[in-house]
Nanobody
Framework: QVQLVESGGGLVQPGGSLRLSCAAS????????MAWYRQGPGNQRDVVAS???????NYSDSVKGRFTISRDNAKNTLYLQMNSLKPEDTAVYYC?????????WGQGTQVTVSS
């Protein structure tokens, strides 16, 4: 069993930056693909970025060039560096750890981009 706890959300002005973290209670090294999702008001939950056990990354078009996903397997932590934030980035951000046999979600952290 793996528990995921996100942190780092908050209120930021447009153009600002935030760094989200997702701490895993168990080992995530070489086991799980990790990903960040977000769900805005009235919207479905969509993938923002993902990173494989080998470090290969993918991003949604809406965040490409502004967000960077990374993982520290030694610390069992996933990160999302978010730069040049826009009001439309406002959402609850969730981390996910998964492979063919398991699927874990965090509880989410709120990110609000507003002046």
């Amino acid at each position: 069993q793996v528990q995921l706890v996100e942190s780092g959300g908050g209120l930021v002005q447009p153009g600002g930056s935030l760094r989200l973290s997702c701490a895993a209670s168990g080992s995530i090294s070489s086991i799980f693909t990790m990903a960040w999702y977000r769900q805005g008001p009235g919207n479905q939950r969509d993938v923002v970025a993902s990173i494989t056990t080998r470090g290969s990354t993918n991003y949604s078009d809406s965040v490409k060039g502004r967000f960077t996903i990374s993982r520290d397997n030694a610390k069992n932590t996933l990160y999302l560096q978010m730069n040049s934030l826009k009001p439309e980035d406002t959402a609850v951000y969730y981390c996910r750890a998964f492979n063919s046999g398991y699927n874990y979600w965090g509880q989410g952290t709120q990110v609000t981009v507003s002046s």
